[in-house]
């Protein structure tokens, strides 16, 4: 069943965080942005996916439309695995980790979709799991540039609107102190997103000891030094890292180092469900919990919804702390009570719906497409 269509659009969701939008690229952030990937087959069917993302979308799109669409036209949808490891390699000269390996997940998630459809079967089904309603999720909280009372009150607004899990991007202690004061009986996360040089990052791990953190995100820069996060974890503290890893063999340097308790790869990132499976498969060889990567809001993180209902020992999801205008994936992208639902139907269970698509878009489509003689 050849792919003979793969086009890709942006849309622009307004939200809201708590507090200002903070710049990013020279603009402020207040407009969340999708990547989406439609893969069309000959058969007529369609698949959705989503590549990553953020301020990387000009680039990730440039990828898709100007390399990777025009090497997976014409290729069997149903073969993904040699697909994918095809694409990996035909565009390896051009990055083992970036645009070029988004624009590859982007397309095997949809690939994903398209294979449950044809299956009439959900993706968590496919991946051998078992039927779950929902998952628990954790409010991932935006930063607030260490304005302690935003982090309070956002801390407090998360734990009443159901999470027990709430993570902050922050980098103080003070911010885990108020976040704890003001959530007492939830478990609090710090992601730094790798601020610190490994002699920081031993400063603070000793001063965060008696916060009882449920986990310490990429506390090191560079992300890949393994050794750096090897030597901090042994300062007590559950360690995760992994949306900055490159592929499987990336997670493979981090584990076998000791480096981390709690991988987290992102699907949109990493090369798609394939990869992630590859990347669960070795941390359970090595006792080290997975969960994944997912402050997206379109197919990606329907995605990680199926992955982490057929693969993750204890589930958490990772739900961005804000407040869209809409979105074409609704209601599957947002969460209640702090539980997010598994969508249940065939593929990834959710198609965008198209007058929001069109209200939100960027611009039109770009299409890569061949046409086969009947
Ligand atoms: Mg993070």
């Not at 560079?222 to 360690?239: I, V």
């Not at 993750?312 to 979105?327: H, I, K, S, Y």
Request: glycine share 8%; with cysteine.
């Amino acid at each position: 069943m050849r792919i003979t269509s793969v086009e890709t659009s942006v849309v622009a969701l307004p939200f809201t965080m708590g507090g200002p939008h903070p710049p990013f690229a020279g603009r402020p952030w207040d407009r969340l942005e999708i990547l989406l990937v439609r893969v069309e087959t000959e058969d007529g069917l369609v698949g959705w996916g989503e590549a990553f993302g953020h301020a990387a979308i000009p680039a990730t799109k440039a990828a898709l439309d100007s390399v990777v669409a025009p090497l997976a036209i014409g290729r069997d949808a149903r073969a993904i695995e040699p697909l994918t490891r095809e694409l990996m390699h035909a565009t390896h000269l051009l990055g083992r980790n970036g645009a070029h390996l988004y624009a590859i997940s982007g397309i095997e998630i949809a690939l994903w979709d398209l294979l449950g459809k044809r299956a009439n079967q959900p993706v968590w089904a496919l991946l051998g799991g078992r039927q779950r309603d929902s998952l628990p999720a954790y409010a991932s909280l935006l930063s607030y540039a260490n304005d302690l009372p935003l982090v309070a009150k956002n801390t407090a607004e998360a734990r009443a609107a159901g999470y027990r899990h709430i993570k902050l991007h922050e980098v103080t202690r003070e911010a885990v102190i108020v976040a704890k004061e003001a959530a007492p009986d939830a478990a609090i996360m710090l992601d730094v997103n790798c601020a610190w040089t490994p002699p920081v990052a031993r400063d603070m791990a000793e001063s965060l000891a008696a916060e009882g953190l449920y986990w310490l995100e990429e506390p090191v820069w560079p992300p890949e030094d393994a050794a750096g996060l090897a030597n901090l974890r042994r300062h007590g503290m559950r360690l995760s890292a992994g949306e900055n890893t490159a592929g499987l063999f990336g997670f493979k340097t981090l584990v076998e180092a000791g480096a981390i308790d709690i991988a987290q790869p992102s699907v949109t990132k990493i090369g798609g469900i394939g990869e992630m499976l590859r990347v669960f498969r070795l941390c359970q060889a090595h006792g080290v919990e997975v969960i994944p990567h997912c402050p997206y809001f379109g197919p990606g993180f329907v995605a990680t919804l199926h992955i982490a209902a057929a693969l993750c020992e204890r589930p958490l999801v990772e739900v961005l702390w804000l407040e869209m205008e809409a979105n074409p994936f609704d209601p599957w992208v947002r969460a209640r009570d702090g539980q997010v639902a598994v969508p249940q139907g065939p593929g990834l269970g959710c198609d965008p719906d198209p007058a929001i698509l069109a209200r939100y878009a960027m611009a039109p489509p770009v299409r890569t497409e061949t046409r086969f003689a009947a």
